[in-house]
């Protein structure tokens, strides 16, 4: 996996190297978690890649392999003053060797669909990105999601998210600055949610209900963690109890990427999907 034209190499990234990659990301705006080098890197310690010029870090990409049926690819990012050289291209076509042709989705801003779509993904929805204060409170059914068990939360993740993945959500449950809550209902688990801080206040990934009831449940619960902080989520656009959940609370929509698939497509009820994990994950 090295690239020697142009004195330029892509290799994959330390977790020094996902530092790099991750005030980048704060650079474009994309308000990362304060703890997500830790919360990222798990999920695929082999699928970050970034690529050097002269032996200085210029590119990075992802390519999480959750499974042969789902990967993602995020972080795709040229520093400003190297872009329109090729190295971008180059870069995406080592991330790509790690997948070969399976099937892989990706978050597109608007203006980048058609460069998306020469490589064969086709667009299926968006994701809206909301933000607003909210003045939270908790019921008595909401649950500390440490408190779940965690063999039946890892199940109930899988129904709303396309892979199994245990060891990322052991790391995302417990990171120091987070704070999840659950539901459970006649010993079912019906819904969960977790907040982190971010650089810029507070992000909820993922929020997952059986209906829009526990879905508010739980976004109050969690509220109460930013403190009166401005939170952000983002949420499928095709799931309008969700947007008009969120807008209830005065939330406000700023901006919208495509999901967009290559292969197939997951077969996941997205009407129960009230937050995504995040645009980096799937």
């Known amino acids: 996996?090295?690239?020697?034209?142009?004195?330029?190499?892509?290799?994959?990234?330390?977790?020094?190297?996902?530092?790099?990659?991750?005030?980048?990301?704060?650079?474009?705006?994309?308000?990362?978690?304060?703890?997500?080098?830790?919360?990222?890197?798990?999920?695929?310690?082999?699928?970050?890649?970034?690529?050097?010029?002269?032996?200085?870090?210029?590119?990075?990409?992802?390519?999480?392999?959750?499974?042969?049926?789902?990967?993602?690819?995020?972080?795709?990012?040229?520093?400003?003053?190297?872009?329109?050289?090729?190295?971008?291209?180059?870069?995406?076509?080592?991330?790509?060797?790690?997948?070969?042709?399976?099937?892989?989705?990706?978050?597109?801003?608007?203006?980048?669909?058609?460069?998306?779509?020469?490589?064969?993904?086709?667009?299926?929805?968006?994701?809206?990105?909301?933000?607003?204060?909210?003045?939270?409170?908790?019921?008595?059914?909401?649950?500390?999601?440490?408190?779940?068990?965690?063999?039946?939360?890892?199940?109930?993740?899988?129904?709303?998210?396309?892979s199994y993945r245990p060891d990322f959500l052991s790391t995302w449950i417990n990171q120091p600055h987070g704070q999840g809550y659950a539901i459970i209902n006649d010993a079912d688990l019906v819904g969960y949610g977790v907040i982190r801080k971010a650089i810029d206040s507070f992000k909820i990934a993922p929020l997952f209900a059986e209906n829009e009831d526990i879905a508010e449940k739980l976004l109050l619960a969690l509220a109460t963690y930013s403190e009166g902080s401005t939170i952000y989520v983002n949420v499928p656009n095709i799931n309008k109890a969700a947007i008009l959940l969120l807008e209830n609370y005065q939330m406000k929509n700023t901006y919208e990427c495509v999901r967009m698939y290559k292969g197939e497509q997951p077969n996941i009820n997205l009407h129960n999907v009230f937050a995504i994990t995040g645009l980096e994950l799937g």
């Not at 020697?4 to 308000?31: C, H, Q, Y």
Request: aromatic share 14%.
């Open 1 to 162: 996996m090295t690239i020697t034209e142009d004195n330029f190499r892509v290799r994959p990234m330390t977790k020094d190297d996902l530092k790099i990659a991750l005030s980048w990301v704060a650079s474009e705006g994309w308000n990362p978690g304060i703890d997500d080098v830790d919360n990222f890197y798990i999920a695929d310690p082999g699928g970050f890649l970034i690529g050097e010029l002269n032996g200085k870090p210029i590119s990075c990409i992802s390519v999480l392999r959750y499974s042969a049926e789902f990967n993602f690819i995020g972080f795709y990012i040229v520093k400003p003053e190297e872009r329109k050289k090729g190295f971008g291209l180059k870069t995406w076509q080592e991330a790509l060797k790690l997948i070969s042709n399976q099937p892989a989705g990706l978050d597109a801003i608007l203006q980048q669909v058609n460069k998306y779509q020469k490589f064969g993904f086709k667009p299926v929805y968006s994701h809206l990105g909301y933000q607003g204060i909210i003045t939270g409170k908790i019921s008595s059914d909401v649950r500390d999601l440490k408190t779940i068990d965690f063999d039946q939360l890892c199940h109930y993740d899988r129904r709303y998210f396309p």
